[in-house]
């Protein structure tokens, strides 16, 4: 079995992804600040690493064991005001 990461693992396609990526059987680890449920539970199969991406200084623990990583993370906030000019 491949262990994967996934950063985004809550959002609409991380959430698609697990469900996928589980019926393979893989080991499946998803990263985010939060637990979130799937269809009103939370997913049995999934180990969550609890984080903030944009705050964790150091990833190469987390990527030590992972066979594959899937990034899904994204934000609706501008965060360079350069690119307004």
């Known amino acids: 079995m491949k262990n994967v990461l996934i ?27 939060g637990h979130i449920s799937f269809e009103g539970k939370i997913r049995k199969g999934i180990s969550w690493i609890k984080g903030d991406f944009a705050n964790e200084e150091n990833f190469d623990e987390l990527l030590n064991d992972m066979d594959v990583v899937f990034h899904l993370i994204s934000t609706t906030e501008v965060s360079n005001q350069n690119m307004l000019k």
């Not at 950063?7 to 600040?33: D, P, Q």
């Open 7 to 33: 950063f985004g693992g809550t959002g609409f396609i991380g959430r698609h992804l697990c469900h996928r990526l589980l019926s393979e059987g893989m080991n499946v680890y998803v990263y985010s600040r």
